[in-house]
């Protein structure tokens, strides 16, 4: 075995933050060893949720302590995390001492989403969205994303390549994916890779309120599925709903869309839409939508190259906007079935726990903002002290 020189003073590697190529680079560059063993590290960490070198049993001595001496598997640290009673789950993942994500596993027949977080907050302020409204705060590592799948898969005992619990990841959760471009792509090949979740590529999608120019790059490195935050279907509407529609316009954002499912040969594109009510809920929002989606259709020339996921707003606190009645919704819905397009609408789960899509915040400062009030009643009513408060 090479002996390589290795300076002690650099910190530590996390090699939840490698992908692959990162991993079998650190291995043979850093610690002079053979590019199989990155592998056989890999498959602890991912397939058997394992930190600890001493426990990755077919590394010989030397080796492990190596490892020891240069690198660590430093997971996010839960918080806490909440069942909900339909089965989905919440975890709230602390990054440091102010600042959490949430992220959701959702189960339903025959298969499990996990919809993971990509940013400490988000710089998009899209009026509708909850996490808009504590601002940016700063992009998650490749660790800290390819870690909420560590957490959840370990929780639910997931066996890659058996009977799986998690079986589709969506980058759906706090942030832009597309704004965190070369850690979500790291993260995501982790997802997709044998060695990682073994997800296929149709099952990792990456939502983005339209980045145009990263769509673009996306198609030239990754295969996975793409869902576009749509919401309305004309520049005057989407203007006041996603700022970001101001700098790439729907035009050029349908014709990004159009260049990645060129790309990918055959696969459809999803564009979710939030019905709010009164904003873009009405039948003449529907027409104008299906017109648009028939147009993508057409570019392709590919029925069903479009796909429409309504998505009920789900409230939150301080929101101007509603959820529109179900008899909104279904008759939106029908307008769309009637021109030939699904439109699933995407029910709300995990609604005890706060865990709906646009509702995730990472609320630990408001937690702690809540606890002091609480205590501070407490005290003012001459009641008990500090325990009570916890
Ligand atoms: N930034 C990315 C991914 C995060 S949002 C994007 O914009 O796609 C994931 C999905 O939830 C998006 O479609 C988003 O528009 C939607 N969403 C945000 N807030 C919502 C709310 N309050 N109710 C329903 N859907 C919401």
């Not at 839960?78 to 994500?101: C, R, V, Y």
């Not at 298969?111 to 996490?131: D, E």
């Not at 029908?334 to 439109?343: D, F, Q, V, W, Y």
Request: hydrophobic fraction near 40%; charge should be positive.
């Amino acid at each position: 075995m090479t002996e390589v020189a290795i300076d002690a003073t650099v910190a530590k590697q996390n090699l939840l933050d490698l992908d692959r190529e990162g991993l079998e680079r650190f291995f043979a560059d850093t610690l002079g060893e053979k590019r199989f063993r990155a592998h056989q590290v890999m498959k602890w960490i991912h397939h058997r949720y394992v930190t600890d070198f001493e426990e990755m049993t077919d590394l010989g001595k030397a080796l492990r302590a190596k490892l020891q001496a240069h690198a660590e598997v430093r997971v996010p640290q839960i918080q806490f995390e909440k069942p909900s009673t339909d089965g989905t789950h919440k975890w709230l993942i602390a990054m440091d001492g102010k600042n959490a994500i949430e992220t959701v596993y959702i189960p339903d027949k025959g298969r499990g989403t996990l919809c993971v977080s990509s940013q400490v907050g988000c710089a998009l302020n899209c009026q509708f969205c909850s996490t808009a409204t504590q601002g940016f705060n700063r992009n998650l590592s490749t660790a800290e994303i390819i870690g909420q799948v560590w957490v959840a898969a370990r929780h639910l005992g997931n066996v890659p390549h058996k009977q799986r619990r998690l079986t589709n990841v969506v980058m759906m959760g706090m942030g832009e994916p597309l704004m965190n471009f070369d850690n979500v792509v790291r993260a995501m090949s982790i997802m997709r890779d044998d060695l990682g979740y073994g997800l296929a590529n149709k099952r990792v999608t990456l939502s983005t309120a339209g980045m145009v120019p990263m769509i673009d790059k996306l198609g030239e490195v990754s295969d996975v599925s793409l869902a576009v935050s749509l919401h309305a279907p004309n520049d005057a509407l989407r203007d006041t709903l996603v700022p970001l529609n101001k700098k790439y316009p729907i035009a050029t954002l349908m014709e990004s869309c159009v260049r990645y499912a060129q790309r990918k040969r055959g696969e459809s594109v999803t564009f979710e839409y939030t019905l709010m009510k009164d904003v873009n809920d009405q039948p003449q929002h529907a027409r104008e939508l299906i017109r648009l989606m028939r147009e993508f259709d057409n570019r392709l020339q590919m029925k069903d190259a479009a796909k429409v996921n309504l998505i009920p707003f789900n409230p939150f606190p301080g929101t101007r906007f509603e959820r529109p009645d179900d008899a909104a919704i279904r008759k939106f819905q029908k307008l769309l079935n009637e021109s030939g397009r699904i439109a699933p609408v995407r029910r709300t789960r995990g609604d005890d726990i706060d865990a709906a899509c646009g509702q995730l915040k990472g609320q630990v400062a408001d937690r702690t903002r809540r606890q002091a009030e609480h205590l501070k009643r407490l005290q003012a009513q001459g009641g008990p002290g500090v325990d009570a408060a916890a």
